[in-house]
């Protein structure tokens, strides 16, 4: 368990209205990630993270932007949410090189865009 | 793009062995295979990962072909519990690319 805590964990929000989703973890992991879950289509990456300040898109990345200030937190941003942002977003973390590499993924955030 | 490819789904019954397979032909020296689950819409969990030989752990076996284009999860006898949506992804050992794509996975579905 890498103490990924996902915030919020629901909204509901308006077409046109900024979001911001919260990653923390509190297990020093170089890497983070974001994706969103949709029926029928897996998980899609959004943003990840490499390391404090470096980001780089994903496979889904337009209408969506992160910010990594520190270790711990990683930010989404929907600058103006629209009515196609609603899923359930999940946030993952690994530390390259410790133990088995796997993905720990946080518990997720239920965005319904109205 | 997702390196990996999975049936939509799969159906096996209780108390038999679930084998998922997974394509990853574009898979390059240095990745190892994953393998992870999601039960309802918890987060996924890890399950097991390899590189270039089998792998066993308390939760399921992996297989590996000789070649790496493709692998196979096999729970050895399944439960109710075990029906989840099954991921395999490909990555990288040191050095390469994390930018760690999923497919749509596989829904299993273990009936009584």
């Known amino acids: 368990d890498a103490g990924i805590t996902q915030s919020p964990r629901h909204k509901v929000t308006e077409t046109g209205t900024p979001v911001t989703l919260r990653c923390h973890q509190t297990e020093n992991h170089r890497y983070m990630y974001w994706y969103r879950q949709d029926p029928g289509h897996g998980l899609r990456l959004i943003h990840y993270?490499?390391?404090?300040?470096?980001?780089d898109k994903g496979e889904v990345s337009d209408g969506y932007s992160v910010s990594r200030s520190k270790t711990e937190d990683f930010l989404l941003t929907l600058e103006s949410a629209t009515s196609s942002q609603t899923s359930v977003y999940f946030c993952a973390t690994y530390a390259s090189g410790r133990g088995t590499g796997e993905l720990f993924f946080g518990e997720g955030s239920r965005l319904t865009v109205l | 793009d997702a390196k990996t490819t999975q049936p939509p789904s799969m159906d096996c019954a209780e108390g038999r062995a679930a084998n998922l397979p997974c394509n990853h032909s574009?898979?390059?020296?240095?990745?190892?295979v994953y393998w992870y689950r999601q039960i309802h819409s918890q987060g996924p969990q890890y399950i097991i990962h390899g590189l270039k030989n089998n792998e066993t752990n308390e939760m399921a076996s992996l297989i590996i072909t000789e070649d790496r284009k493709s692998s196979t999860l096999i729970l050895p006898h399944a439960t109710l519990r075990d029906t989840a949506v099954y991921y395999c992804?490909?990555?990288?050992?040191?050095?390469?690319?994390?930018?760690?794509?999923f497919g749509k996975g596989t829904k299993l579905t273990v009936n009584p």
């Open positions: 574009t898979i390059s020296g240095n990745e190892y």
């Open positions: 993270s490499y390391g404090v300040k470096d980001t």
């Open positions: 992804i490909v990555r990288p050992t040191q050095g390469g690319s994390e930018k760690l794509v």
